[in-house]
Every structure is written in structure tokens, then in C-alpha cells.
């Protein structure tokens, strides 16, 4: 069975920085595409980040290209979610997303992500 587990959350001030984690499990094989998106209260669940497990292809939202990195410990199996500059705006449930296949796309399309974690909070505010 395939899971993934967040952590990392937490709350911080605006300009700060917190990095997120996504350990794997059960991984039934080692081609996929993973990442994060988030989903705010009222809104929809939003990509932000993918990286495939080549590591050949990363592709960031706009709003977050310079701010956030994405990264991964193909040992560990373990995804990475690096923010700084962190703003109010991305103050949302952070979740962590697999599917296993041979190239990555899908940051506006979630439906298209299989497995999913249960996610972790991020609150921005001063």
C-alpha cells in the first residue's frame, strides 16, 4: 500500500521560511511523479510544486517560482518542500501527491494524482 506522510508545518511570520517533508512508502515502482499542492479554506486544492522521481522535469505555480524549492532523497524516499519569503497568501493545508508514471504535469490538474497524504498546516500571519 502506497502512503505518503507530511510533516514540517507550522505557523510562522510573514518573511519566514519552513520546510516540508512527504516520507513514501510502499512505492511500486521507482517512476513516478509526485509533489505538493495546497488547498485553502474556501478555495480549490491548488498545485504548487512537482518534481518527477528522475528527476528530470520540476515545474513550480507562478506564485511561488524564486520562493519555493522542491526536492527529493530518492534513498529516503523522502520529498521536500522548501519555503522562504513566506506570505500570508500561503497560509493553506499543504498535501502531498504520487502517481506513478514516466513524465510530470498535472499542477492544475490534482485529480490526476492517485495517492495522497492527509497534509499538513501552513499559517502565515503576523
Known amino acids: 500500500v502506497v502512503q505518503l506522510v507530511e510533516s514540517g508545518g507550522g505557523s510562522v511570520q510573514p518573511g519566514g521560511s519552513l520546510r516540508l517533508a512527504c516520507a513514501a512508502s510502499?512505492?511500486?515502482?521507482?517512476?513516478?511523479?509526485w509533489g505538493w499542492f495546497r488547498q485553502a479554506p474556501g478555495k480549490e486544492r491548488e498545485g504548487v510544486a512537482l518534481?518527477?522521481?528522475?528527476?528530470?522535469?520540476?515545474l513550480y505555480d507562478d506564485s511561488v517560482k524564486g520562493r519555493f524549492t522542491i526536492s527529493q532523497d530518492s534513498a529516503k524516499n523522502t520529498l521536500y518542500l522548501q519555503m522562504i519569503s513566506l506570505k500570508p497568501e500561503d497560509t493553506a493545508m499543504y498535501y502531498c501527491?504520487?502517481?506513478?508514471?514516466?513524465?510530470?504535469?498535472?499542477?492544475?490538474?490534482?485529480?490526476?494524482?492517485?495517492?495522497w497524504g492527509q497534509g499538513t498546516q501552513v499559517t502565515v500571519s503576523s
Open positions: 518534481i518527477h522521481s528522475s528527476g528530470s522535469i520540476t
Open positions: 510502499g512505492m511500486i515502482s521507482s517512476n513516478y511523479c
Open positions: 501527491a504520487a502517481d506513478f508514471r514516466s513524465y510530470c504535469y498535472g499542477l492544475s490538474r490534482p485529480t490526476d494524482f492517485q495517492y
